[in-house]
């Protein structure tokens, strides 16, 4: 069935450091990870996605790696920020007749100034 | 960009009643909208997907007869929830997209409606 796993549930960076949250995949059809931040009772916003024709993608200090033979992608920001703070979710576009994303578990960054 | 409003964002009902929830695409056309629901620390879960016209695509597990969805023009997308009890208490956000399936076209997100069933 469709599932993407996402690790850590929790994550505690200092300000200035890296966080790095990594989402596991079970449909190998999957063509489109997009990853979201959410900040509480707000709306999901749409930080970085990627397509399954390429490897990496970076903006400014997000980026995104995707290894398909793995199904693993990952999110990676660099020199974190207080506002960086938030929940993250992974997730995949199921290879099936919709358009429907599966979101992984949620990462909540807490970004210690 | 793509703008997706929701009405009402918050709403507190009595157990028995019903709720309707709209969801519209102020400045595109959308072709398919999707109903979310998500409980508090909890990850978005999708209960149906609607495309105009047709009637709309329940994830398992989720009560078409209790959760009615409506996709009546490219603009707008409702979901009813049927006699609300208090474990229908949760965040239901919709998502409009232009496009169709797999071409991985962007999911725009409502800002979500808070519903309180007493």
């Not at chain 1, 980026?63 to 033979?69: D, E, I």
């Not at chain 1, 207080?82 to 199921?94: G, I, N, R, T």
């Amino acid at each position: 069935g469709e599932n993407v796993e996402q690790h850590p549930s929790t994550l505690s960076v200092q300000e200035g450091d890296s966080a790095v949250i990594k989402c596991t995949y079970s449909d190998s059809a999957s063509n489109y990870f997009p990853w979201y931040k959410q900040e509480l009772g707000k709306r999901p916003q749409l930080i970085i996605d990627i397509r399954s024709n390429v490897g990496e993608k970076k903006d400014q200090r997000i980026a995104v790696t995707l290894n398909k033979t793995a199904k693993h992608f990952s999110l990676h920001i660099t020199e974190t920020q207080p506002e960086d703070s938030a929940v993250y979710f992974c997730a995949s576009l199921y290879g099936g007749a919709t358009n429907k994303l599966i979101f992984g578990t949620g990462t909540l960054l807490a970004v210690q100034p | 960009g793509a703008v997706v409003s929701q009405h009402p964002s918050w709403v507190i009902c009595k157990s028995g009643t019903s709720v309707k929830i709209e969801c519209r695409s102020l400045d595109f056309q959308a072709t398919t909208m999707f109903w979310y629901r998500q409980f508090p620390k909890q990850s978005l879960m999708l209960m149906a997907t609607s495309n105009e016209g047709s009637k709309a695509t329940y994830e398992q597990g989720v009560e078409k007869d209790k959760f009615l969805i409506n996709h009546a023009s490219l603009t707008l997308s409702t979901l009813t929830v049927t006699s609300a009890h208090p474990e229908d208490s949760s965040f239901y956000i919709c998502s409009a997209s232009r496009g169709l399936a797999g071409a991985g076209n962007e999911q725009f997100f409502g800002p979500g409606t808070r519903l309180t069933v007493l």
